[in-house]
């Protein structure tokens, strides 16, 4: 082996001399804990205040860091004195942000990775939830706000599911490729098709025209979208049903109320049924 090293440098023209060969870079990786900041996560690993002063002017100009979150990771290289030579932080699986010394000074860029997409089929049958179904299947939740997202204008997932309720879903299913080169599963992407079948069968079929617009439609060719939404709200509660004698909860009398209530946590979009 050493007589091709040897060999190899020869060809090259020189000789490179050990002592010029760069010093080995110390790592330090982490993740964001919960009520955690970027500046708490690398003093806890021993990270000097100065070393994060730096790492947060350089990297500012594309990405604050007061924008971080929980399960965000990242990854220090420095060298044996100390100097930061490296630095990525992973906001998301398929964006990071990345610092590195030049020899001169810092760069600080973002980096996007492409996702690779591939079709799979999702079949299940109701019993609480879709919420609960597609997650009892080994997906991503998302995928359920997704196809909620999509029958908006014909199901109330919140009142309008029961169990027995079937649906199927052609998806596609987001990969990346790690440092290894091995595919790694992300999260679900767009839904291609769907069914859900309850008191009503309704499908949809994801189509794009030449132009590059892409919309859901029925079998039938119709849109999916109509004037009004069927409900304001994903995967709420109703506190109070439609009801011709309902006792009142601040009054306590009974009198008509024509209307449905929903209950959702703090923090719940809201939609506006109509345009």
Do not use: C
Request: charged residues 30%.
């Amino acid at each position: 082996v050493e007589e091709v090293r040897l060999q190899a440098e020869s060809q090259a023209g020189e000789v490179s001399d050990p002592a010029d060969a760069s010093p080995r870079m110390l790592e330090t990786r982490g993740v964001i804990a919960r009520g955690e900041s970027l500046s708490a996560a690398l003093r806890r690993q021993g990270i000097e205040p100065a070393t994060i002063q730096l790492i947060s002017r350089e990297l500012r100009p594309v990405f604050d860091f007061r924008r971080s979150r929980p399960g965000d990771s990242y990854r220090l290289g420095r060298d044996p004195d100390g100097r930061v030579l490296d630095f990525r932080y992973n906001s998301s699986p398929e964006k990071s942000y990345h610092l590195a010394w030049n020899g001169a000074s810092y760069e600080a860029r973002e980096d996007r990775i492409e996702l690779l997409a591939q079709p799979a089929r999702l079949i299940g049958m109701v019993d609480t939830s879709l919420y609960d179904a597609i997650r009892d299947l080994g997906e991503q939740t998302q995928l359920a706000n997704d196809l909620a997202d999509i029958f908006a204008w014909d199901i109330d997932f919140s009142r309008g599911v029961h169990p027995g309720d079937e649906f199927q879903i052609l998806y596609e299913r987001l990969y990346r490729s790690d440092e290894t080169g091995e595919q790694v599963y992300v999260k679900p992407g767009r839904i291609l098709a769907a069914r859900y079948r309850g008191e009503e069968e309704h499908a949809v079929v994801y189509f794009e025209d030449g132009r590059g617009r892409g919309g859901y439609y029925r079998p039938d060719g119709s849109a999916i979208e109509r004037a009004f939404l069927v409900a304001p709200l994903q995967f709420s509660r109703i506190s109070s049903a439609f009801s011709k004698a309902r006792q009142h909860p601040i009054l306590k009398i009974t009198r008509p109320h024509h209307g449905i209530d929903y209950a959702a946590a703090h923090g719940t979009p809201l939609w506006a049924v109509g345009d």
